[in-house]
């Protein structure tokens, strides 16, 4: 957030290549929520190890 206040939206989503709308929101939600806000909503999970947990219940 702070390099897109320094040198503008535009340029930050440029040399990330990410869209200025998108780090729009990410400051909506900083500037809101705070850092929790910027933390993934959902646990993810691995694929090989669900695959191991189901293997392990069966």
């Known amino acids: 957030?702070?390099?897109a206040?320094?040198?503008g939206t535009?340029?930050?989503s440029r040399?990330?290549?990410l869209s200025?709308?998108?780090i729009s929101k990410w400051k909506e939600r900083y500037?809101?929520?705070g850092a929790?806000?910027?933390k993934p909503q959902y646990n993810r999970v691995d694929p090989q190890v669900r695959a191991l947990e189901e293997e392990n219940e069966r």
Do not use: C, I
Request: no cysteine; charged share 35%; glycine share 4%.
């Open 1 to 3: 957030m702070q390099e």
């Open 20 to 22: 200025p709308s998108l």
């Open 31 to 33: 500037l809101t929520k």
């Open 15 to 17: 040399k990330y290549n």
């Open 10 to 12: 535009v340029e930050t």
């Open 36 to 38: 929790a806000g910027l």
């Open 5 to 7: 206040e320094r040198e």
